[in-house]
């Protein structure tokens, strides 16, 4: 039997609902798995945790972006009693989309969902150790934290590679360390939609039009970041008639996902004949794309940008000197 | 070709030369090479007063024998001098030439800088190409057999230039004009200044010669259709329009001009003279025969009307004849499809091409020319009155930014001023008016041939815009300006000819399509540069030959033709072409096929597909389609996005800090 | 003429060789002078260059970065500074976004006769980015520095080779011995 442990950290829980989405096959996963830690699903402790040996548990599965100092406890905790452990799906991969909120500060932050000044304390008599657990500066990819063996990427993850997973760490049969679970080529592979010339005349934002459902999304100004994404999802967003936002994470060789999509996406900007004549309409037409980080960046934006982000210690304040 | 992705375990050599003091004097050249040494991977080091001399190639040489460099850093002046020198020396010492790259401390540190910060910048720079050479992977020139034939697209006396000093040097060529005659718009030319030559007299031999040449296949009455392939090994499509009319056969004896009902306007006497459905289109034509014009034709059939085929004696006549696609090879194309004039219907102030006695400079042309429809008296188109008073105007759309075209035609001062003392010479007591802006004569002779004109005393030049022209009763009216004098000066002219802009032909805009090739805002075919590679397109193989590159006289227009037939000839005679292999490549284990690179590509060299091919013989190594991949799977062969960031972060890490020279 | 200390803005500059970098050439067998703060990579087209390429310099330490191309409608390869000016707008406004001056990034054309303007473009853009500080990996952030504000998911993201790209804290080890001037 293998020792199994998933934990979730600053997760929305759907990384564990996808395991339902392997179906039947789902059975013959459990029937070969010991659950020894599992928040979402039994209710070993802590304590039962911190018991077990090191290396005691055989696969270690983490979802979630780590945020809190708790959660880093809790993952070094497993790492430390776990052979194998796993990135999966996004926030643990990248940071996910909780790490969007590295644009602003901690501080602010709070302040804004508390009130200028909230500083996290125990409850009125209450012990120090149950005060709420603080949270770190910026939210962090599980792999800034401890070392992770593998990744299987995705928001969910997809079944198809869960099951992967599984086959391989079931089986024995494991693919060298620092394996992603996914393609190696970009989502465009899997793609039903048809391509012709790569142009883009305008940005529009999904909801705006109804799209051509047998043309590329990106042909028709709806920004897919397909290109830059790995597939084995089947491009199953693409496929619904919704462009790809980045879940599998980048292709081995793209290095920066968002920079690298920003130069795909303004190769591609053409409003007439290149040339002097054309600056300004181009440039109107590359400050109509919307909210370019979280197309950019919605998934990865703590994996590429640690330290620089708007508000974070060590980035230079703005021109007025505040902090947003 | 292997993958280029990863550095690898090298043996690198440092090579820090003083350049006598132009280094040496800013540079501290030892710490340099200090510096450079202590480099990861670096396992040799030195710096030498000259290395660009043969002392300092023989040490170079033997330290890539002596320690078995597997990669080499020159430290010295700019690639542009001497990369090819020192390629070739490690090349000569069994190292692959691709794995050298020089590092330019000379023009982009020592010169430019004074003072410690100018070692420390020259260690930054040595230090990006130690990083360059660590990923260049070596590489072997490609080499590919070509076509030795040429094609020259249009007959103008450019074209025929071109195509006898190709054929002349050896080599066949394949000379298509779309009119069933070559000679273009010189034919149609009464003299030529300075010299007053008759133009045909001296265009004609040129032409025969083309007919007669044994190497030179004439395709008239052709277009071009469409153009594939590359340098070297050119695929072309062209249309051999059917002449109705078989040349060997023809005899010229014009009986079927006599027997043709049909009369339309002369293209060659440009509407002031009519011909036949079938015609030739002057007597000294060539291909030496008639055509039959399938627009104007009453049917080609025998049922509809065949009295010229009925009284042809030889049975030239054809009505069967097909159109013919021809697919041939070539290595090197020419393009000198010429120019048109600037239309008179776009000139609104001077009668938009409605008044009968406002012409053109080739129409004037023709009513010189002795040949023409006139038999070389000037009469004037409307009455065949001759004109006693003509006003000449310069400048006529050129030199117009705000409502014509921007750019001098270059030309027209110089024929105006022929047409000038040719009437004068035609019509003892008549006036010319010459209305100018400037007078451009830089030519041979130029400048002593229009000072005859303007001291003619008949010819009157004023230095004036025309603002207006229309008719009046049977004058035209000229009001224009003497600037000089500053008054306003009214002509009622019997004729007014305006000296049009010169304008690309239309020839021209289909050859540019078909050959992807870059055309002014004006649609001038656009040279490599302007000033060092004038006769060249950027696309590798086609060469630009007269006015289709931009306004000029007959002599520039030969002399043009002649070195783009030379340049012609430096591929056709190569026994191989060679092609940098420093290209684009794609990683067919991670290209998607989305294609986003393919219209980055300004040579076309990118195939959509499964996954994205790249011609590697039409790719010229800019790298945009590299920038634009979004997955990595497209790389550049020895500069790599991997190889770059590693120049990036040598260029900014610190260095330690050694004692001070 | 400057020495450039540890204070002074440390610059990478990306230089097509047909324009730009033979401009700058020119400015070199001309003798023209300007501060030795900018390192130059040579690229064949302005159009290779990488919006990448721009934020690794930034995160490796560089204060400004600059890209000179061949002016519109002169690129010896057509339109590869057109695609270059595309993409450094966009990224101006990604820069923007994440607090980084998108003044620290220069686009200009240079042509191959314009040493002088070479020279000029050279002492005006060091003297800007002097003027706007040290860029946002230049120095240890001020305060705490986040132990786990680094890395990536994936080891071949960016391949984090040898000297330069250390982290924040190594950084500011290798620097202690460097008494920077506050700016």
Same mark, same amino acid.
């Given at each position: ?26 059975l ?11 928040p ?33 406890e ?64 910026a ?23 869960i ?8 089986s ?15 989502l ?80 591609l ?7 002097e ?36 210690p ?11 | ?11 690198i ?33 030195t710096?030498?007063e ?44 069994d ?32 230090r ?45 060529v394949?000379?298509?004009?779309k ?13 030529t ?18 007919a ?25 499509r ?48 060539v291909?030496?025969?008639y ?41 090197a ?22 008044i ?43 030199r117009?930014?705000?409502?014509h ?72 009216m ?74 000029k ?5 030969v ?16 026994p ?29 060299a990118?195939?959509?597909g ?8 039409l ?30 972060r ?12 | ?13 990306f ?15 001309? %003798? ?15 159009? =290779? &260059?990488?919006? *990448? /390429? !721009? ?17 519109p ?6 339109s ?6 595309? %993409? ?15 003044? =620290? &990034?220069?686009? *200009? /054309? !240079? ?40 890395a990536?998911?994936?080891a ?16 500011a ?11």
């Amino acid at each position: 039997m293998v020792k199994l442990a998933v934990y979730w950290t600053g997760a929305c829980g759907g990384c564990d609902v996808s395991f339902l989405e392997l179906g039947p096959a789902l059975l013959d996963v459990l029937a070969k798995v010991e659950v020894v830690f599992w928040p979402a699903l039994v209710d070993a402790k802590v304590e039962d945790l911190e018991a077990l040996p090191r290396n005691g548990i055989d696969l270690t599965l983490v979802n979630g972006t780590v945020r809190t100092e708790h959660n880093v406890e809790m993952v070094r905790t497993l790492r430390d009693r776990s052979r194998l452990l796993v990135s999966f799906g996004a926030c643990a991969h990248m940071g996910g989309v909780p790490g969007l909120a590295n644009l602003i500060s901690r501080e602010a932050l709070l302040a804004e969902v508390y009130g200028a000044g909230f500083r996290p304390r125990p409850p009125a008599g209450g012990a120090p150790e149950d005060a709420p657990t603080a949270l770190l500066p910026a939210a962090v990819p599980l792999s800034a934290v401890v070392a992770v063996d593998y990744t299987v990427p995705g928001c969910p993850p997809p079944p198809a590679l869960i099951g992967d997973l599984f086959d391989a760490a079931l089986s024995g049969d494991l693919p060298p360390r620092g394996h992603v679970f996914a393609h190696e080529k970009a989502l465009c592979e899997e793609c039903p939609r048809t391509r012709e010339e790569r142009v883009i005349s305008r940005f529009v934002r999904p909801h705006e039009v109804l799209p051509d459902p047998e043309r590329c999304l990106l042909d028709q100004g709806i920004v897919c970041v397909g290109p830059v994404t790995r597939g084995g999802c089947e491009a199953a967003c693409p496929r619904a008639g919704m462009p790809c936002t980045g879940c599998l994470g980048p292709t081995p060789n793209a290095g920066d996902p968002g920079l690298a999509m920003l130069s795909a996406l303004a190769s591609l900007v053409r409003t007439g004949e290149e040339g002097e004549a054309a600056f300004a309409t181009e440039d109107e037409l590359l400050d109509a794309l919307a909210d370019p980080l979280g197309t950019l960046y919605r998934y990865s934006l703590p994996a590429y940008w640690p330290g620089a982000a708007v508000g974070r210690p060590g980035a230079p304040p703005r021109r007025d000197g505040s902090q947003p | 070709m292997p993958s280029t992705r990863g550095a690898r375990a090298t043996r690198i050599g440092v090579f820090v030369c003083h350049c006598g003091k132009n280094i040496a004097a800013t540079v501290d050249v030892e710490r340099a090479t200090e510096a450079l040494t202590a480099q990861d991977g670096v396992v040799y080091g030195t710096h030498h007063e000259y290395l660009c001399s043969d002392p300092g190639q023989e040490i170079l040489k033997r330290a890539i024998r002596d320690h078995h460099l597997t990669g080499v850093v020159v430290a010295a002046c700019s690639p542009s001098m001497h990369e090819v020198t020192f390629r070739r020396a490690a090349a000569a010492a069994d190292l692959n030439p691709y794995l050298l790259e020089i590092a330019n401390i000379r023009e982009q540190a020592s010169w430019v800088h004074r003072g410690p910060g100018t070692t420390d910048k020259a260690i930054r720079i040595g230090r990006t190409m130690i990083e360059k050479v660590k990923g260049n992977h070596p590489l072997e020139a490609l080499e590919v057999s070509h076509s030795s034939r040429c094609l020259v697209i249009g007959g103008g006396i450019a074209g025929i230039q071109a195509a006898l000093d190709v054929a002349d040097a050896g080599f066949e060529v394949l000379l298509v004009e779309k009119q069933p005659s070559i000679a273009g718009h010189m034919a149609q030319l009464s003299e030529t200044f300075p010299t007053l030559d008759c133009s045909q007299c001296i265009l004609t031999p040129k032409m025969v010669e083309v007919a007669h040449h044994p190497r030179i296949r004439l395709l008239a009455y052709s277009e071009l259709e469409s153009v594939s392939g590359y340098i070297g090994n050119y695929r072309v499509r062209i249309r051999r329009k059917p002449t109705y009319v078989d040349p060997d056969k023809c005899n010229l004896c014009g009986d079927c001009v006599q027997a043709c009902p049909v009369r339309v306007p002369s293209e060659f006497e440009l509407g002031l003279a009519e011909r036949a459905a079938i015609y030739i289109p002057f007597p000294q034509a060539v291909p030496s025969s008639y055509t039959l014009d399938e627009a104007s034709c009453l049917g080609l059939n025998p049922l509809r009307c065949d009295k010229c085929s009925r009284v042809c004696e030889v049975n030239a006549i054809d009505y069967d004849m097909r159109e013919e696609i021809l697919e041939e090879e070539v290595g090197a194309i020419v393009v000198a499809t010429g120019f048109d004039l600037y239309p008179k219907e776009a000139m609104a102030e001077y009668g938009r091409g409605t008044i009968p006695d406002v012409i053109d400079g080739f129409e004037f042309e023709r009513l010189l020319s002795a040949s023409g429809p006139t038999r070389g008296e000037v009469r004037r188109p409307s009455d065949g009155r001759v004109p006693r008073e003509i006003v000449f105007i310069q400048c006529s759309g050129s030199r117009d930014p705000e409502l014509h075209l921007p750019h001098c035609s270059k030309i027209c001062c110089m024929y105006t001023a022929k047409h000038a003392l040719l009437y004068r010479h035609a019509v003892h007591d008549g006036t010319a008016y010459v209305f100018y802006i400037d007078v451009r004569a830089g030519g041979k002779d130029y400048e002593e041939f229009v000072n005859r004109a303007m001291e003619d005393e008949r010819i009157l030049y004023l230095r004036g815009k025309v603002a207006k022209v229309f008719q009046q009763g049977d004058k035209v009216m000229v009001w224009g300006v003497d600037t000089l004098t500053g008054r306003r000066v009214e002509v009622a002219a019997d004729l007014v000819v305006l000296a049009q802009a010169m304008v690309p032909s239309d020839g021209t805009a289909d050859a540019a399509r078909a050959l992807r090739l870059a055309c002014s805002s004006e649609g001038f075919l656009k040279e490599a540069h302007p000033k060092l590679r004038p006769l060249e397109a950027l696309t590798g193989g086609v060469f630009l030959a007269g006015a289709a590159q931009g306004p000029k006289d007959i002599p520039e227009a030969v002399a043009q033709a002649s070195g783009a037939a030379v340049k012609a000839v430096g591929i056709l005679a190569a026994p191989m072409l060679t092609h940098s292999p420093e290209v684009a490549e794609v990683d067919e284990a991670l290209c998607s096929g989305c294609a986003i690179c393919v219209p980055q590509c300004p040579y076309g060299a990118i195939t959509p597909g499964t996954t994205a091919r790249v011609n590697e013989l039409l790719c010229e190594s800019c790298g945009t389609c590299v920038a634009a991949c979004p997955s990595g799977a497209m790389t550049l062969r020895n500069m790599s996005g991997t190889q770059v960031l590693s120049m990036i972060r040598s260029a900014l890490a610190e260095i330690p800090q050694t004692v001070e020279a | 003429m400057d020495e450039p200390g540890p204070s002074d803005p440390r610059i990478v500059a990306f230089l097509c060789r047909w324009c730009a970098g033979s401009g700058a050439d020119l400015a070199g067998t001309s %003798r023209m002078q300007y501060p030795p703060n900018a390192i130059p990579i040579r690229v064949n087209c302005s159009g =290779r &260059v990488e919006p *990448e /390429w !721009v934020v690794e310099a930034l995160k490796a330490g560089a204060d400004g970065v600059f890209i000179g191309g061949c002016h519109p409608g002169d690129c010896h390869y057509v339109s590869g500074n057109y695609k270059a000016r595309r %993409r450094i707008h966009l990224l101006r406004r990604v820069l923007a976004e994440l607090g980084i001056e998108p003044q =620290r &990034v220069a686009l *200009e /054309w !240079v042509s191959a006769t314009e040493a002088a303007r070479f020279t000029r473009l050279m002492t005006d853009f060091v003297a800007q980015v002097r003027a706007l500080g040290p860029g946002p990996y230049a120095r240890p952030p001020a305060g705490a520095e986040p132990e786990l504000a680094t890395a990536g998911p994936s080891a071949t993201a960016t391949a984090t080779a040898s000297s330069g790209a250390a982290r924040p804290a190594e950084r500011a080890a290798e620097r202690a011995a460097d008494r920077r001037a506050p700016w």
